[in-house]
Nanobody, 123 residues
């Protein structure tokens, strides 16, 4: 059974950094499309970043501050978040395996999800 387990969230001051991890089981992170999404209270889940065979895409709001990567040996995906802002506060989810429908920047287009890890940025 596929499992995605996020970790690394926490409370940080504005300008600080966090690194989120998404450990996968029963799928190979290097061979599929994977992404990070986030959801703030009262808002819809929004795209943050995704990595696939043909490259990496970031949301404009995080470009230049966040970096998505994969460690094939550990079968884990990461999101390095620098220069954090209060508006980055959200529950962060990792997602895996593009269904082939819609866009890889849409939450509805992913088959598997983790449980989420909370990121809170104080001003």
């Amino acid at each position: 059974q596929v499992q995605l387990v996020e970790s690394g969230g926490g409370l940080v001051q504005a300008g600080g950094s966090l690194r989120l991890s998404c450990a996968a089981s029963e799928l190979t992170v290097s061979s599929i499309t994977m992404g990070w999404f986030r959801q703030a209270p009262g808002k819809e889940r929004e795209f943050v970043a995704r990595v696939r065979w043909n490259g990496i895409t970031y949301a404009d709001s995080v470009k230049g501050r966040f970096t998505i990567s994969r460690d094939n040996a550990k079968n884990t995906m990461y999101l390095q978040m620098n220069s954090l802002k209060p508006e980055d506060t959200a529950l962060y989810y990792c997602a895996a395996e593009f269904t082939g429908y819609g866009s890889t920047t849409e939450a509805r287009s992913y088959k598997y999800w983790g449980q989420g890890t909370q990121v809170t940025v104080s001003s």
